[in-house]
Nanobody
């Protein structure tokens, strides 16, 4: 199994920056894709950004040019640098890892979530 622990959320003013971190432990060798999702109050969870083991990245249109996802395979950690934050970025941010389990197939692991609040 894979366990994920997030850190770095908090309160920031519009236009400010925050950096989220997510450390993976457990069966980390089986992880393919890591990423960040977010869920705002009353809304469904949505993709923010993903990065593969070959460091190929993908972003939601709403964060392109403002957020950067990166991955340090040596530290088993994925980061989300968030710049030019907007009030609509306020949400609980969840780290995700997609990995394979023998005889089961693809599995999702989720972190506990970290709250990001952007004030106007």
């Amino acid at each position: 199994q894979v366990q994920l622990v997030e850190s770095g959320g908090g309160l920031v003013q519009a236009g400010g920056s925050l950096r989220l971190s997510c450390a993976a432990s457990g069966s980390i060798g089986s992880i393919n894709v890591m990423g960040w999702y977010r869920q705002a109050p009353g809304k469904q969870r949505e993709l923010v950004a993903t990065v593969t083991s070959s460091i190929s990245t993908n972003y939601a249109d709403s964060v392109k040019g403002r957020f950067t996802i990166s991955r340090d395979n040596a530290k088993n950690t994925v980061y989300l640098q968030m710049n030019s934050l907007k009030p609509e970025d306020t949400a609980v941010y969840y780290c995700n890892a997609k990995y394979r389990v023998a005889y089961v197939g693809a599995v999702d692991a989720w972190g506990q979530g970290t709250l990001v609040t952007v004030s106007s």
